[in-house]
C-alpha cells in the first residue's frame, strides 16, 4: 500500500515536498549558526556553535542523510516534470507578464542550482 502511494502523482508531490522541508530545515539551522558570527563577543558564542555542529554525531549523521535527501528531491523533481509534461498534449499558453507571478516562483531551477552549488562549496571547504 505505501509503495503504491509513492508511485502516484500525490505521493511523489508529498515525498518532493517533505524532503523539500528537510533540505530547508537543514539550510536555516546552517545560516543560525553562522549568524552566531554577529554575536558581540568576539567569536565566542560562533566558536561554541561550530565546534558544537562539527563534533555532534546527530549533526554528522544528518548530514549524510542530507545527500540523499538532495538526490530524492532532484530525481522526483525529475520525474514529476516529465509525467506533467507527457500528460499534457497541448502546451500552456506562455504569457511573460502574468501578474501574481513572481520573479522567485518562475526562477526556482536557478535558485536550487545555486543553493546546491553553495552546499557543495561548503562540503568542499571540510
Not at 528537510?22 to 565546534?51: E, P, Q, R, Y
Amino acid at each position: 500500500m505505501v509503495k503504491d502511494l509513492f508511485k502516484s502523482s500525490i505521493g511523489r508531490k508529498i515525498l518532493m515536498a517533505s524532503s523539500g522541508l528537510f533540505l530547508i530545515s537543514f539550510l536555516i539551522v546552517h545560516a543560525s549558526v553562522n549568524a552566531l558570527i554577529f554575536c558581540n563577543d568576539k567569536g565566542k558564542t560562533f566558536t561554541v556553535g561550530a565546534h558544537f555542529m562539527a563534533t555532534n554525531p546527530i549533526i554528522r549523521t544528518i548530514e549524510i542523510i542530507l545527500i540523499f535527501g538532495f538526490i530524492i528531491h532532484i530525481i522526483q523533481g525529475l520525474i514529476l516534470w516529465k509525467k506533467n509534461k507527457k500528460a499534457r498534449s497541448v502546451q500552456y499558453f506562455y504569457k511573460d507578464n502574468t501578474p501574481g507571478v513572481t520573479w522567485y516562483s518562475k526562477s526556482m531551477t536557478l535558485l536550487g542550482t545555486l543553493i546546491l552549488l553553495f552546499y557543495g562549496s561548503c562540503l568542499y571547504r571540510y
